[in-house]
């Protein structure tokens, strides 16, 4: 009778273990609206320029080069 | 400054290329010319002797690689799957459908636009193995979408620890530049110095032809196997190589106007959009 109990009970906390996940997980999907990492510095919206914090901008400094399409 | 600054022009790929180096040794950008033409003729698939077109006349038969081609093959491969199958070495059919058969200076030829379809993903067609690779029958490839900013960032390695190698606008920046403070490069309308980065575009602008009252041109959308219908004419970025810039310039710039930038907030660190 305890063995059974005990498998009983086993059972009933890893079925509310599993629910319990499930339901914390279903209700943080990622969000595609989320913070994105790194941080943008400059305007993230298109068309335009957008800078992270990775990348200095040379104000007054000709570029020896430049990309291009090609 | 920490030594003087040297640069070389010259043509190669189909675009102009531009090496820059400090305090370089003596001849060591006659060899990094050298060492890109020969890269060239081992890519090219306009060059019916070049390793590309031998594992593409030998599709359905394994073939052996050199380091080199089995690298960008597999920079191929890694290319595929983080742009979500976006950025697709498979789709030489679809080019030579719209009739870009050979350099475009001699001019397209007859086109068929949507007759190849959208190619399989490239693992399917694509199978790589330690000096070796086969490629499914009927399936092609072409690298002239991947191998510029993957040559840039082996060239850099070899060049010198302070140089820039720009090979038809995709271009690695290693050391600290002339002045110590990176190297500038233009970057849409901006001038950015980059250390360790590198930078790439892709555009619809160049490569491009009217047929039949049909502007087409080179960039192919595999979700479709047809010249990407983009809204952006253009996509700039920097990322940590010049192989991760050109990847993500490319995948940007299929998915348009209204992906691009939070694809790019998510992989790139600067960007230009236009």
């Known amino acids: 009778m305890r063995t059974l109990t005990l498998k009983v009970a ?43 914090p990775s990348v200095r901008t040379g104000e007054g400094v000709q570029p020896v080069t430049s990309t291009y399409v090609s | 400054m920490s030594g003087r600054l040297d640069q070389v022009r010259f043509e190669a790929m189909g675009a102009a290329c531009h090496l820059l180096g400090v305090g370089l040794e003596r001849g060591r950008l006659s060899w990094a010319t050298a060492w890109v033409a020969d890269m060239r003729d081992r890519f090219s698939r306009f060059e019916p002797d070049s390793e590309v077109s031998r594992l593409n006349a030998a599709a359905g038969r394994w073939v052996e690689l050199s380091a080199y081609l089995e690298g960008l093959l597999r920079a191929a491969l890694d290319a595929h799957e983080v742009s979500g199958g ?29 007759a190849a379809g959208p190619p399989a993903p490239l693992p399917e067609l694509l199978e790589l193995r330690p000096g070796r690779a086969r490629l499914r029958p009927g399936a092609g490839i072409d690298l002239g ?70 502007r087409l041109h080179h960039l192919i959308d595999p979700r479709t196997g047809r010249p990407s219908a983009t809204d952006l004419a253009e996509v700039s970025v920097v990322a940590a190589t010049a192989a991760g810039a050109e990847v993500h310039a490319k995948a940007a710039l299929l998915l348009g106007s209204g992906q ?12 230009h959009l236009r």
């Not at chain 1, 990622?30 to 943008?40: F, I, M, Q, T, Y």
């Not at chain 2, 070495?89 to 068929?112: E, F, K, Q």
């Not at chain 2, 691009?260 to 960007?271: F, S, V």
């Open chain 2, 145 to 214: 979408g991947i191998a510029k900013g993957w040559l840039a960032d082996r060239l850099a390695e070899r060049l010198a620890d302070n140089c820039l190698v720009n090979l038809g606008g995709d271009l690695f920046a290693r050391g600290a530049g002339p002045d110590g403070e990176g190297w500038p490069v233009g970057l849409g309308p901006a001038t950015v110095l980059l250390r360790d980065q590198g930078a790439a575009t892709s555009g619809t602008g160049r490569r491009a032809w009217w047929q039949a009252e049909q």
């Open chain 2, 260 to 271: 691009a930038a939070p694809y790019l907030a998510a992989n790139a660190l600067a960007w």
């Open chain 2, 86 to 114: 976006l950025v697709h070495a498979g789709v030489l059919p679809s080019m030579l459908a719209i009739g870009y058969t050979r350099p475009l200076r001699l001019g397209p030829t007859g086109a068929a636009p949507g």
């Open chain 1, 10 to 52: 086993a059972t009933v906390v890893t079925a509310a273990a599993a629910i319990a996940s499930a339901a914390h997980v279903g209700g943080h999907v990622k969000s595609a609206s989320a913070p994105l990492h790194p941080g943008v510095v400059g305007s993230a919206s298109a068309p335009g320029l957008a800078l992270t």
